[in-house]
């Protein structure tokens, strides 16, 4: 994992699939461009992703990728470039005719046909075999868990149970790819929760190749086989959600999956896989390959610091306590660097107790721990 | 349209029977309304009724039965419902589309569009039919179109022809089509067309499957609206067609002013007024029957 | 209106007569108004058509006005309406004189609302062309504005005769008025002489013939109006070659207006309008009432009045207008034979000429 290489971040096509197999490209965007009155939102984009894979693209809003996701559906027209599904070009296709199934953000369930219809719209519209539809419709209910409502009005469903015909609805088809738009942003916290899982799960076991848009990273991080993360029009990191959660490639990704705590500084010497950076918070090690003279941030994970002096690979840092906030299993500590500037951690909330406001505290961690990002 | 003047008037009922006859005081707000309705429709609507059953035997439907006893009187009747029909139908087929251009429009075209469709309510109608007498003649600007487009040969005769009427009363009466439908499918939520696309439905399908019973409240509300409209249109067939063409209206026009036959008049009248309330009501049990099976 | 800020003799008297006469269209019988009206000396209010305000101001109000050193307000709008008014304001008329067709004035003497004229009161009365006088002198034609064939210029140079309506060229090319208008009987009173063979004075009663007849011209039939405006400008762009009883005072300023019309008098005759006037029963201004009626029925106002109506004058010590030709039948049917069967002959023409 150390050894992801810094210069192909950003063009995540290529990166290896935790699954250890590189995929044939089974969805392949190439080069693909769009822009709205002049301004590019997706600027020469790639993407490729494996039969079977759930792929999350995770940004802000306003990073293109509910932009990206419409132009794959065929929702909306493509500038430059193409799309190919399982090796079949796509880019001119009407949506009816792409075979790409959409769960959209706000459900959009048919108000005025009952669940089983709502089910059964595409096969309809498909002109499927008449005696086929009854049995795929309960088949797909009974997965989503709704054979109960087969009968009710898909209006006078509840959120969750909206979503839940949506996801059925575009399952019946058998889209050759399942795209969704933020589909449970809209539901609580708990029901969420859930739905992801059932959705994960359901996805494996039909072996649906999804593409999932969201802004929640731990929702990423929860059901992604890969995650490629966003930022203005593209792509900054594309791998699975350990190796973005341990080596963002970018600060952007740092910064936007998890909390860090990060100084900057400049490489003062460089090895074989190793850098020691100086900062104004003293000279770290990190392993990554920069040449010397080269900015960069140091950055470590909050949860791989310790509330202990450095021992050997390791670095550290001594910081006073200025205040210190009981949560219960946890405590933050707010410490304070000696000209004032403030930092806080997380600890256990035994390990707080023995410290007393006003003293030292050493921290520590790992040289293996510890980022070493470029500065943008 | 006429939800929004019942539903209201339902629930004002509703709640003084819950509080045991206690009115609410924000319903003297509606006196002067109440006051002036009485006035010029309560009344004289009364009186009409009353003119229509009143015969030198006492009430009774005799004039009813006189007039559906005289043929011509049928062929007035259809006539009427026959060019009401017509304008309806014909308001439709130009308005759905223009009232889906309408809701896809944003911004400066959309204010375009909606200026040019409600700008024109602002000319009389006398004025619009006496236009339509220029241009509807065989020398006038839509013969020479249609021949220009090389879809007739000869001109074709539209003044004074029920065809004619038909044209005309479309100009006058599209935009209560169009609005009503635009008001529903700018409530249509855009992904539902979308989810439809990428389930496999072509535009054809999604039309009729989707879009279509969306908007069939908007769609009933303006064929209620139309079709009320054009039964009772009197200065566009006045205009646009001679006494060769009589509709119940100008029948009613004529029982009044010239004939001074008050009982044909108001019998006429409550023919009418019985076609438009049961278009009226017609509409409200199908707009109804949507929302429930929805 | 307040009673108290109508002195007499006000500076502004006449805006407040206008005003007044003008309410009076909205809402007749107003409690005390006409008492207003009764309080002026030398003002006079005279009903008549709505078409007619505009000659009239022209000619003969202010020569009237002038000669008698008064006001007259006219309230114009249709006979009917005046009638319905007359009826309202029985008791209280408002009105001094009204001038109506005939028909309507012979529902006005069945509703009492007019008084009798004598040639005491209006001596003009004795030199008048026989049968402008009716009932007894309950009324009298001022003028007989005239209805021939209106015809476009462009189409036809000339038309000759009634007949000619039923030319097999003019298909969907004639416009005839409805009978509801008063110039609808022309076509049917035409086309009962030229079916029949008879004089115009008999052959009006052969009704039936008259429908017949009227009936072979439905193929040629492009409107039947009750709105003459836009029909006759149908005349004029030559959507139509021929309306049947067009109007001297309708068609005749317009030839002169340079349109491409003309109004001719066939040889069977031209139809003569019933242009009554009367005197209101218990109006106010009685005797301006009775010198109005007189000048209307003498020479001078006739023949200030024809430069713009193009009617034929009813004074026998009148010129004689050339605008049809001597030896043109100038008609006048049985108004009172009318008006008893225009109901029955409307259904009829609904059923069997409009249908």
């Excluded at chain 2, 005309?168 to 008001?183: D, E, K, Q, R």
């Excluded at chain 3, 504005?145 to 000759?160: E, H, L, M, Q, R």
Aim: a neutral charge; proline letters at 7%; hydrophobic letters at 50%.
């Amino acid at each position: 994992m150390t050894s992801l290489s810094l210069v192909e971040n950003g063009r995540g096509a290529r990166a290896p699939s935790p699954a250890g197999h590189m995929p044939d490209a089974y969805l392949a965007v190439e080069r693909v461009t769009k822009s709205y009155r002049g301004v590019d939102v997706l600027s020469n984009l790639d993407l490729a992703v494996g039969q079977g894979e759930f792929v999350s693209l995770l940004g802000p809003s306003g990073c293109g990728k509910t932009t990206l996701l419409r132009l794959i559906a065929g929702l909306i027209g493509i500038d430059g470039g193409q799309v190919l599904l399982g090796g079949r070009e796509l880019t001119r296709l009407p949506a009816h005719r792409r075979n790409v199934g959409v769960v959209f953000q706000n459900y959009a369930p048919f108000p005025h046909l009952s669940v089983f219809d709502n089910v059964a719209f595409g096969l309809r519209a498909q002109r499927a075999a008449s005696e086929t539809i009854r049995p795929t419709v309960e088949r797909f209910l009974s997965l989503v868990q709704l054979s109960h409502l087969v009968d009710r009005s898909a209006k006078a469903l509840s959120g969750g149970q909206q979503q839940r015909v949506a996801v059925a609805r575009a399952l019946a088809v058998k889209p050759g790819l399942l795209l969704l738009d933020e589909p449970f942003s809209a539901l609580d916290r708990k029901l969420r929760e859930s739905m992801q899982i059932d959705l994960r799960m359901l996805l494996r076991e039909l072996g649906i190749t999804a593409i999932f848009v969201t802004h929640d990273q731990d929702e990423a991080l929860v059901m992604s086989d890969r995650i490629a993360v966003m930022n203005a029009g593209r792509i900054e990191q594309f791998a699975d959600p350990a190796t973005i959660y341990r080596r963002p490639a970018t600060p952007f990704v740092l910064d936007f999956v998890g909390s860090s705590t990060r100084f900057p500084g400049k490489v003062v010497d460089a090895k074989e896989g190793e850098v020691v950076v100086e900062t104004a918070r003293g000279r770290f090690r990190a392993p990554a390959n920069f040449i010397t003279g080269a900015s960069v941030f140091v950055a470590v994970r909050p949860e791989n610091i310790r509330l202990a002096p450095p021992g050997e690979d390791d670095s550290g840092l001594e910081l006073t306590l200025v205040e210190r906030i009981f949560l219960g299993p946890r405590s933050v500590l707010q410490l304070a660097f000696t000209d004032g500037e403030r930092l806080s951690i997380d600890v256990p909330a035994r390990l707080a107790e023995p410290l007393a406001i006003g003293g030292p505290v050493p921290l520590a961690w790992a040289v293996s721990d510890t980022l070493a990002l470029p500065v943008q | 349209m006429s939800k929004a003047t019942l539903d209201p008037h339902t629930a004002a009922v509703a709640r003084p029977g819950h509080r045991g006859f206690k009115i609410d005081p924000t319903a003297a707000l509606a006196l002067p309304a109440v006051l002036y309705l009485v006035a010029a429709y309560a009344i004289p609507l009364a009186i009409l009724l009353f003119a229509a059953f009143r015969t030198p035997e006492g009430l009774s439907l005799a004039n009813f039965a006189g007039f559906f006893a005289d043929a011509y009187n049928w062929q007035v009747t259809y006539n009427t419902l026959w060019s009401a029909g017509m304008s309806t139908l014909a308001c439709l087929v130009i308005g759905y589309p223009t009232a889906v251009a309408l809701a896809r429009s944003r911004g400066v075209v959309q204010m375009a569009l909606l200026v040019s469709l409600i700008l024109p309510l602002s000319v009389g109608v006398v004025v619009k039919a006496f236009a339509w007498t220029i241009m509807l003649r065989t020398n006038g600007i839509l013969n020479q179109a249609l021949l220009g487009i090389g879809l007739i040969d000869a001109p074709l005769r539209l003044l004074f022809t029920p065809t004619g009427l038909v044209i005309g009363a479309v100009n006058v009466f599209l935009p209560f089509m169009i609005l009503p439908i635009y008001s529903v499918l700018r409530l249509v939520d855009a992904r539902l067309p979308e989810a439809a696309a990428t389930l496999g439905a072509g535009p054809v399908y999604r039309f009729f499957h989707v879009l279509l019973p969306l908007t069939l409240p908007g769609i009933i509300a303006g064929v209620a609206f139309v079709f009320s409209l054009t039964v009772s249109m009197y200065v566009v067939p006045n205009l646009l067609m001679g006494e060769q063409f009589m509709t119940l209206p100008r029948l009613v026009a004529r029982s009044y002013l010239y004939f001074r036959n008050e009982a044909l008049g108001s019998t006429i009248a409550v023919i009418l007024l019985v076609i438009a309330v049961a278009v009226v009501m017609g509409s409200q049990y199908l707009i109804r029957l949507t929302r429930h099976e929805t | 209106m307040p009673n108290e800020t109508v002195p007499t003799f006000s500076p502004t008297r006449r805006s407040i007569l206008k005003a007044a006469s003008g309410l009076a269209v909205l809402g007749t019988g107003i409690a005390g108004f006409p008492s207003i009206v009764r309080a002026q000396t030398k003002e006079m209010i005279i009903g008549c058509a709505g078409g007619h305000v505009g000659w009239m101001n022209e000619t003969v109000v202010p020569l009237f006005e002038k000669k008698y050193d008064c006001k007259i307000a006219l309230e114009g709008t249709r006979s009917s309406v005046n009638l319905e008014k007359m009826r309202q304001n029985r008791d209280k008329p408002y009105l001094s004189v009204v001038m109506m067709d005939d028909p309507v004035l012979i529902q006005a003497v069945g509703e009492g609302v007019i008084e009798k004229l004598t040639p005491a009161g209006v001596p003009n009365l004795s030199s008048l062309k026989p049968g402008t006088v009716h009932m007894d002198g309950m009324w009298a034609n001022y003028q007989q504005p005239w209805c021939g064939i209106g015809f476009n210029t462009d189409s036809a140079k000339a038309v000759a005769s009634w007949a000619d309506l039923w030319d097999k060229n003019l298909q969907g090319k004639v416009i005839i008025p409805s009978l509801q208008n008063t110039e609808g009987v022309w076509p049917l009173i035409f086309a009962a002489a030229l079916a029949t063979g008879k004089p115009l004075a008999e052959a009006q009663y052969d009704i039936d013939a008259a429908f017949a007849k009227l009936k072979q011209l439905k193929p040629n039939i492009l409107n039947i109006y009750t709105q003459m405006p836009a029909s006759f400008n149908l005349l004029e762009q030559g959507e139509a070659s021929m309306l049947a009883g067009a109007f001297s005072e309708f068609a005749i300023p317009r030839e002169k207006a340079g349109a491409p019309v003309a109004l001719a008098a066939p040889k069977e005759g031209v139809g003569a309008m019933p242009s009554g006037i009367a005197r209101v029963k218990g109006g106010p201004q009685d005797e301006l009432a009775l010198a109005f009626i007189n000048e209307m029925l003498g020479p001078q106002f006739q023949e200030a009045m024809i430069t713009k109506t193009f009617a034929l004058p009813t004074s026998t010590k009148a010129p004689p207008s050339d605008i049809v030709p001597a030896d043109i039948p100038v008609f006048a049917p049985d108004w009172g034979n009318v008006a008893k069967n225009r109901q029955a002959w409307i259904e009829r023409f609904d059923r069997e000429i409009a249908a």
